[in-house]
């Protein structure tokens, strides 16, 4: 039986499950972004923003950077789905989303945290700001990267024995 599969399923039409689950988690990861990239945008033209010091500058320019390319990596693979559609690449395609999810979220955890970080300095100070950031840098870096990365060596350690 195929991993997470009906044993009645071909490769067109895992493929096709694969893909429709992956595009179905992108969709929630780009709302998500969608509000910290929105709200970032906003934050130059708010009166307060002229306070913000050179370091919540730059905490602000990585954390609009960041949303960017996370937004990209999300939106990417609805856009060369349809570009690519019935061209017989729909593995492909799969392949690159899932890559481009994980870019997609590396970007996002760091805007995240640069986003806290922006919002903590400037209502905290420095020292405060730090440490929040950190606590979502390795919130993020645990549940989003590492834990699964432990998950899947786990795996193939009882699959070696």
Request: charged share 20%; net charge positive.
């Given at each position: 039986m195929p991993a997470?599969?009906?044993?009645?399923?071909?490769?067109?039409?895992?493929?096709?499950?694969?893909?429709?689950?992956?595009?179905?988690?992108?969709?929630v990861m780009v709302t998500g972004v969608q509000v910290l990239f929105a709200f970032l945008f906003a934050m130059p033209f708010q009166t307060g923003f002229a306070k913000v010091d050179t370091?919540?500058?730059?905490?602000?320019?990585?954390?609009?950077?960041?949303?960017?390319a996370a937004s990209?990596?999300?939106?990417?693979?609805?856009?060369?789905?349809?570009?690519?559609?019935?061209?017989?690449?729909?593995?492909?395609?799969?392949?690159?989303?899932n890559e481009l999810g994980v870019a997609g979220a590396i970007s996002l955890?760091?805007?995240?945290?640069?986003?806290?970080?922006?919002?903590?300095e400037v209502v905290l100070g420095n020292w405060l700001a730090i440490l929040f950031g950190a606590a979502v840098a390795l919130a993020t870096s645990w549940l989003w990267i590492l834990q699964p990365i432990v998950d899947l060596h786990r795996l193939h350690d009882q699959e070696d024995r």
């Open positions: 997470n599969g009906n044993p009645d399923e071909n490769p067109k039409e895992r493929v096709d499950r694969e893909l429709s689950e992956l595009l179905q988690g992108l969709r370091s919540g500058h730059w905490l602000f320019f990585i954390a609009l950077t960041s949303s960017a990209v990596c999300f939106i990417t693979p609805a856009v060369q789905h349809r570009l690519l559609f019935r061209t017989g690449l729909k593995e492909k395609m799969l392949h690159r989303a955890a760091i805007a995240m945290t640069t986003a806290v970080a922006l919002v903590a």
